[in-house]
């Protein structure tokens, strides 16, 4: 059975609610300021039966220009729209309006209704009937089925069904129930001994009972308690549906109409659209920067500004990209269909379609900002999952809160992901908790850097390995995660973009130059460590000549890594050969007698005993020796 939203559209007394009761046999008004005047103020909703089964759900919209944001509010989900059009009157004002939300709303599919036929002769319903096509065309109502009914007397009530059956079966897109489920809420109210009950219609996904879903932009936790589908109680409602649902912890008076219940963390707060808009062709009014402007858009109305990105004014028939900043938060979706009307008066303007729902601010005439924008209209998912990765070069982004910028699935990008990945156009890092995302693009920026800064490091620092990894990552990534930056640096020296030994990183293939200067100092050190023997000099006592200072230091800590010098402690060091001969002395002394003291190191080695000292110290260290409890004691460590 397939699930369909019918509305309907037209001016006010044009007959809507009568139509719907006759073929429902139910009344849509349900405030009894709506009965007493004979008007719909609010969006009403009932459904009927099909002959083949299916189950139409149909909207009842308000008609009367007062109640224009109720109109647009019910638009949200419909499948199919009922023009409803009085015979005795024609085309209203009120019904050209509801044609251009509609259209710029994006409906496709239509039915023209002209109703009240009992009131009119044939020659007046012929010439009503020319005129109403003549005003549709060039709107997606051209060449919509038209049916003559009389809502009072039942007339053409039976061919309408068979066109709504023939629509649905024939030319209705299936909604994607397998997406991540999303409810616009048009009604919040609360039951006695129920608590609060949300309406709306579910546009995407599915939504099961004992579900855990967010409110947005209010950002409160909501469980699921109940569901109900054309007042039937259900385990499941799909997209498509018309539904009512019964919610734990959250309170009426904290939901309002414009709020979205949907998955946590599916979707992001925003008071910043990036659109196309356009402004119709028939208004009368010139869109200018900074204009304030009524936003409509799912179930929501928001003042807003509109600042032109692209063009010093917007005028009729034209359209252009525009930044909307908005007075208050919503959440929304790339994609979603917008109304905009003027402040004052208010009157319908034009509208579109989001290109970007979560922004950032953007200067006017900016030629990259414009490109992009360009290319999320005119782009697929995966290309706009590539620019909304790009923005985030200098922190990466997670999977998870791609999806949530983007209000689709993690499923629904994976495809796309892996395109992405196979080309080489993003870096895709898998950790336990989350992947993270990066565009090559900001990779390469980045690379260029570090290997500007290697290429300068080595040639001021020739006698070192590199960089130390710690610096480059505070320089360059700092807002990158330590993991995820070692799992980049990983990838990298395994591709041999950066060579690495230990924490250093260097350019690719770099070694430290054997050069007639570093021989020159390697020979100084050896010399100066093998006369001083075990009277050891400290290093910044060593007269190095013209050699500069900060040379003998690299030499001597490559001196270290190649196993030639021995660190004794910080500003003592000696070579490597002449301390292995004092463990292997002093390791034969303590297998004769238990006990070595700082004096008998004095003398074992004919030095003082402030180079005796360093010498036991050491051997700690190395677990030869360790200490009995006096300072100058010690004995075998094992």
């Known amino acids: 059975m397939k ?27 349900r405030w009894e ?76 599919k239509s039915i023209l209704v002209i109703n009240k036929c009992d009131l009119v002769d044939e020659e007046w319903l012929e010439l009503v009937e020319e005129e109403i ?59 006695s001994g129920f608590g609060t009950i949300i309406t709306g219609t579910l546009i995407s996904g599915t939504i099961t009972r004992e579900d855990v879903l967010e409110m947005y932009p209010i950002g409160k936790e909501c469980k699921i308690r109940n569901i109900q589908v054309h007042g039937q109680n259900q385990d499941k409602c799909y997209a498509g549906q018309r539904v009512a649902i019964n919610l734990s912890n959250v309170k009426k008076k904290e939901i309002r109409r414009g709020c979205v219940l949907a998955p946590k963390n599916s979707m992001k707060n925003t008071d910043l659209l990036d659109v196309k808009l356009k402004v119709l062709e028939d208004s009368m009014r ?25 063009k010093e004014q917007i005028g009729p028939g034209e359209e ?56 999320k209209e005119s782009g697929s998912l995966g290309d706009v999952m590539e620019l909304q990765i790009k923005e985030h070069g200098d922190t990466m982004i997670t999977l998870a809160e791609l999806a949530k910028v983007m209000a689709h699935s993690v499923d629904e990008l994976k495809e796309y992901l892996e395109e992405l990945e196979e080309s080489g156009t993003i870096f895709v890092f898998p950790m336990k908790k989350d992947t993270y995302l990066w565009h090559r693009d900001s990779e390469f920026a980045v690379r260029q850097k570090i290997e500007e800064t290697l290429q300068k490091y080595h040639s001021e620092h020739p006698y070192r390995y590199g960089m130390k990894k710690a610096e480059i990552h505070n320089t360059f990534l700092k807002k990158i995660k330590p993991n995820i930056f070692d799992a980049y640096i990983e990838r990298m020296t395994g591709e041999n973009v950066y060579g690495r030994r230990e924490e250093y990183l260097s350019l690719p293939g770099y070694e430290v130059p054997k050069d007639a200067m570093y021989l020159q100092t390697e020979k100084l050190i050896e010399d100066t460590f093998e006369k001083a023997g075990y009277d050891f000099v400290r290093f910044s006592e060593i007269d190095f000549g013209k050699i500069p200072r900060q040379t003998a230091e690299d030499v001597v800590l490559m001196m270290i890594d190649e196993g030639k010098v021995l ?5 003592m060091f000696t070579m490597k050969h002449l301390m292995d001969e004092a463990k292997e002395k002093i390791q034969n002394h303590l297998k004769e007698e238990n006990l070595i003291t700082i004096a008998q190191v004095r003398d074992m080695f004919s030095t003082s005993r402030k180079s005796a000292k360093p010498i036991l110290e050491y051997m700690d260290s190395i677990k030869v020796t360790k200490k009995t409890g006096g300072e100058s004691e010690r004995v075998a460590y094992l």
């Open 320 to 375: 252009g990209l525009v930044q909307l900043r908005l007075e208050e938060e919503i959440a929304v979706k790339r994609g979603d269909r917008f109304v905009v009307r003027f402040y004052s008066p208010m009157e319908t303007i034009g509208g579109g379609i989001v290109l970007e729902p979560n922004p950032v601010r953007k200067k006017r005439f900016d030629a990259q900002a414009i490109e992009e924008l360009k290319k």
């Open 33 to 108: 300021e709506e009965q007493r005047r004979g008007i719909t103020i609010d969006l009403g909703f009932t459904y009927f039966d099909l002959k083949n089964g299916d189950r139409v759900g149909i909207i009842d919209v308000p008609g009367h220009e007062k109640f224009i944001n109720n109109m647009v509010a019910g638009v949200v989900g419909m499948d199919l729209v009922l023009l409803v059009v009085a015979a005795d009157e024609g085309i209203m004002p009120q019904t050209r309006e509801h044609m251009d939300i509609l259209g710029l709303l994006g409906i496709k």
């Open 286 to 310: 010139i869109l200018t920067n900074h204009e304030r402007l009524h936003l409509y858009t799912g179930t929501s109305e928001i003042l807003c500004r509109a600042v032109l990105l692209d």
């Open 133 to 191: 096509q003549e005003e549709l065309e060039g709107t997606f109502l051209e060449g919509a089925p038209v049916v003559k009914v009389s809502a009072a007397t039942g007339q053409g009530l039976d061919e309408l069904t068979d066109t709504i059956q023939q629509l649905m079966s024939d030319e209705v897109v299936a909604k994607d129930t397998q997406t991540i489920p999303r409810l616009p809420i048009d009604r919040a109210f609360t039951l």
């Open 567 to 571: 660190r004794i402690n910080e500003e």
């Open 3 to 29: 699930n369909i939203i019918v509305g309907t559209a037209g001016h006010i007394d044009h007959g809507k609610t009568t139509l719907i009761k006759a073929l429902t046999g139910r009344n849509t008004d």
